[in-house]
């Protein structure tokens, strides 16, 4: 009988050790509220109602890892967005014109899905659908951390391939991620880390590598972070063919912030083009510069605010029509009520100049809240937006 107890223990004992070399956590962020957009009509009227994702997108994920030894590690990462707002998932029945997020409509973990195997001294490779340096940079020196109203991917502008230009890749200021990706992160050696990713077959219809030329539609993406103390400094590259193969949208990003206790300034500067190689210039598409200053700063330990101010001027080489400049400012005000919950009120106000259609700020809302041309104008109307919304993690 003591025997059988003591071999009872033993086999408890190990499949504990076991369950503690792996384990697998369920996390995720629930955000809604009300909000407000004017101008989303050509004659002037307004967008309101509930909105999901004010703050930060909703999502749900799975997170798993498992300890093998000797400083290695095995993982993976599963997660989707999701509209709090409906319950729907907004990976299903959905399609993205972005061509470094793009997703078909079977694509349920459409925010990230990779399995990974790192090494304590050699770094993490991924394999699968993962985010870009450029979109980690852009998010972590935006003071409002991609608020979906007055956030920094939504007062970038847009650069887009027109009728008589390249066949370029839609690309947005944010490039967020990469489908069919292989991507590496390193170790963090002396407050430095360098990131890599190369996805190929970025089309929503295929989630498999391309048929022919595999450099169409192909994300490729470079960063290198440094951290010193309250100091923290990176910079990003960005390539992304299009569907033709000629056209191609490079992004160059540099940011900076530092953290002084009491205020936490930050700076953001990329440009973007829209280039065929050896074309002529007027077949050239748009180059895109886009700055950013702002801050945050705790008024008490539940209290904090932050702002930000975002310029960006678009040049377009084949008539100056399509050529201007916009500029939003984003706010944030948040009040925590615990460690995981936040009530937040949020507003923007965005300008746009010139004629084109194709230097807009745009605020991801209910219904149709891109900037429109107001009727007997020659420009988008600019806008002004306002939400209050809960955040929840888990």
Excluded: C
Excluded at 67 to 72: P, Q, R, S, T
Excluded at 296 to 314: F, G, K, L, R
Excluded at 373 to 379: C, P, Q
């Amino acid at each position: 009988m003591k025997k059988s107890l003591f071999a009872l223990a033993a086999v408890g004992a190990f499949a504990g050790a076991a369950q503690a070399q792996s384990s697998v956590s369920v996390y995720g962020i629930m955000d809604a509220g009300y909000a407000t957009v004017t101008n989303t009509t050509a004659a002037g009227g307004s967008t309101t109602g509930v909105q999901s994702g004010g703050l930060a997108a909703s999502r749900l994920g799975f997170r798993g890892t498992e300890d093998l030894g000797k400083g290695l590690r095995a993982g993976f990462v599963l997660e989707s967005e999701i509209n709090t707002a409906n319950g729907s998932a907004t990976g299903i029945g959905s399609q993205s014109a972005n061509g470094t997020s793009t997703y078909s409509s079977s694509q349920f973990f459409n925010r990230q899905s990779f399995i990974s195997l790192s090494d304590n001294n050699l770094g993490e490779i991924r394999f699968g659908l993962s985010n870009t340096a450029t979109y980690d940079y852009q998010i972590m020196f935006d003071p409002l951390k991609a608020a979906n109203l007055g956030g920094y991917l939504n007062t970038s502008t847009t650069i887009a391939s027109t009728t008589t230009g390249p066949a370029a890749a839609n690309q947005t200021q944010g490039a967020s991620r990469g489908n069919n990706a292989i991507s590496y992160l390193s170790p963090r050696i002396m407050g430095a880390q360098f990131r890599f990713l190369t996805g190929e077959g970025q089309a929503a219809a295929g989630n498999n590598l391309s048929a022919g030329n595999v450099a169409y539609l192909r994300v490729t993406d470079f960063g290198l972070s440094y951290n010193w103390k309250n100091l923290d400094a990176a910079v990003s590259y960005r390539l992304v063919n299009s569907t033709a193969g000629a056209g191609a949208t490079s992004t160059f990003g540099a940011y900076g912030s530092y953290n002084f206790g009491m205020v936490k300034p930050y700076a953001l500067y990329n440009t973007s083009a829209n280039k065929v190689p050896g074309a002529t210039t007027a077949a050239q598409g748009y180059s895109v510069i886009s700055k950013l200053v702002g801050l945050e700063a705790p008024i008490t330990p539940t209290i904090s605010v932050a702002a930000q101010y975002t310029m960006n001027v678009n040049g377009n080489a084949q008539t100056a029509a399509l050529s201007g400049q916009s500029s939003a400012v984003g706010a944030l005000a948040k009040y925590s009520l615990s460690k995981r919950t936040s009530l937040y009120a949020l507003g923007a106000w965005s300008q746009n100049n010139g004629a084109g259609a194709s230097i807009a700020s745009t605020s991801k809302f209910t219904g149709s809240t891109a900037p429109v041309v107001l009727t007997g104008g020659t420009k988008y109307g600019d806008q002004a937006g306002y939400m209050i919304g809960l955040n929840h993690t888990f």
